[in-house]
DNA sequence: ATGCCATACGTTATATCATAACACAATCCA
DNA sequence: TGGATTGTGTTATGATATAACGTATGGCAT
């Protein structure tokens, strides 16, 4: 509910439910949870995703297709570099980054001339809880 | 072709589909190609895939929904870490690992006592001659 | 305020990716 | 040789994502 300032109100809808969730939502959680508020198409949840996305409130966790509010607005999307570990058994993400590993990827990168815009990182396993 | 031993038909067909092809397919991709061999629906292909990425002959790339050989078939799989660089223009795609990296994510976890069972690492961008 | 432009929205249809469930065949190996 | 395991073929269905179209809304320069 914090800076939804700029937020339209499908983009507040969905990221508000993010927020709430205790852990990812696919773009069809999402719908069924928003059906209520009106929405009816999965267009209308894609759509504020990626918005929510290019502004860094959202992250897509590519190997499991779905989508989690970012644990630090405004913190380390800048840095370039954002990292999860998620638990297979309990469903827990948990948002990190790392200056090396951050450092070590723009290595390679810049010696190999690549010109880099995303990096995804995702660490599966079982949490301590669940290990 | 290499070390076909033991794959039974439809894995060595996909391997080799694959370890022919410049870049990533997809699933369909691979179907659409090994319709000529005989192979008819989804199932076959994605059960050759799980196969083949089970005895570490191929990778899924999770930010594309798709499939590579591997590079160094026996080689960096076992260091627990491969790590692709994807032109999203021209669609090649590189293959490495990196030590650090793969160090420092494994501190990470084992001072969470996070298990790891899997790590994807992926970069998109431009490469060298696209860039 | 008016007009323009960029962005967002709503809707329908369709494309793409992946697995469930079931029956049968091949292979290993005790 | 027979039981277990793994692979196969097939049909059906589920899950994820985007194309294409038209309308509406909001910022902002004139």
Redesign the pocket.
Known sequence: MAQDLKL????SLVFDKLSAAPGPL????LLDQLRDQ???????I???L??LQEIDLVHRLESM??FVACAQPNCHAKTGLVAFAICEKCGVVSEFSDEVVQTRLAAWADERSFTTTKTSLEIRGLCQGCG
Chains 1, 2 share one sequence.
């Open positions: 339209t109100k499908n983009q696919s773009a069809y959680d009106g929405l009816k198409a999965p267009l209308q894609y759509r504020a990626e918005k297709n779905s």
